[in-house]
C-alpha cells in the first residue's frame, strides 16, 4: 500500500529565509504524480505544486520549488525569500498515474513565518 | 466564479441528528471526493465518485451515505450524528484518468456536534 510521510510536524523560518519540508513516500509503482497542497488558517486547500513522476526535471513555480529523488521516494518542498502569507499547514500528496483515482495524504507541516 | 462550492460553511447540530452537506463543481471534472480533516489536521479519504458511480468507499461508518445526482454533484449525508463526527469536511473534485492531476477543493464546511 502507498503511504506519504511527512517526519517536521512542525517548522519554523525567518521572514526572507528559506526553509524546506520534507516528504518521503512509499510505492511500488513507477508512474504518479505527487503534489504539496497548502492550507493557511481560512482552511482553503491550495495547490502550491506538482511533479510528475517521469520528468526528471524538478518543478519549480515562483518562490517554491522540489527536489524529486525518485530512488529515494523523497520529495521536498523548498520555500525561497518566505513571506508571512506562506505561514499555513503543507501537506503532501501522491497520487498514481492511472487507475485508482485516490490520493493519499501525509499527515502535514505547519509553518510558522516570523517577522 | 466559485470552481468547488460547499454548503453550508458551518453547522452545528446535536448529536442523534441528521445532516447533509452539498457539493457543487463547476469545473467539468468527472471524479468528486469527500475528505474528513479532524482536529489533528489529517485528511482522509471517504468516498470518490466518478460519473455518478461510487468507486472509493473507505471505512467509513454506513451512518455516512454520499449521493451524486449528477457529476457536478456529490452530497454527503450523514444520519445519527456523533460527538465524533465533529471535523471540518471537504469536496473536492479532479479531471479524469490520465489527465487528471490536481485535486480542486472546496471551502470545507465545519460540522460541530454537541
Not at chain 1, 41 to 60: G, H
Not at chain 2, 36 to 59: G, H, P
Amino acid at each position: 500500500a502507498q503511504t506519504v510521510t511527512q517526519s517536521q510536524p512542525e517548522m519554523s523560518v525567518q521572514e526572507a529565509e528559506t526553509v524546506t519540508l520534507s516528504c518521503t513516500y512509499d510505492t511500488s509503482e513507477s508512474d504518479y504524480y505527487l503534489f504539496w497542497y497548502k492550507q493557511p488558517p481560512s482552511r482553503q486547500m491550495i495547490l502550491v505544486i506538482r511533479q510528475e513522476a517521469y520528468k526528471q526535471q524538478n518543478a519549480t513555480e515562483n518562490r517554491f520549488s522540489v527536489n524529486f529523488q525518485k530512488a529515494a521516494k523523497s520529495f521536498s518542498l523548498k520555500i525561497s525569500d518566505s513571506q508571512l502569507g506562506d505561514a499555513a499547514m503543507y501537506f503532501c500528496a501522491y497520487r498514481l498515474y492511472s487507475g485508482t483515482y485516490k490520493y493519499i495524504f501525509g499527515t502535514g507541516t505547519r509553518l510558522k513565518v516570523l517577522a | 466564479d466559485t470552481a468547488v462550492s460547499q454548503t453550508p460553511k458551518y453547522l452545528v447540530t446535536q448529536m442523534g441528528n441528521d445532516k447533509s452537506i452539498k457539493c457543487e463543481q463547476n469545473l467539468g471534472h468527472d471524479t468528486m471526493y469527500w475528505y474528513k480533516q479532524d482536529s489533528k489536521k489529517f485528511l482522509k479519504i471517504m468516498f470518490s465518485y466518478n460519473n455518478k458511480e461510487l468507486i472509493i468507499n473507505e471505512t467509513v461508518p454506513n451512518r455516512f451515505s454520499p449521493k451524486s445526482p449528477d457529476k457536478a454533484h456529490l452530497n454527503l449525508h450523514i444520519n445519527s450524528l456523533e460527538l465524533g463526527d465533529s471535523a471540518v469536511y471537504f469536496c473536492a473534485s479532479s479531471p479524469l484518468g490520465v489527465n487528471g492531476h490536481e485535486q480542486y477543493f472546496g471551502p470545507g464546511t465545519r460540522l460541530t456536534v454537541t
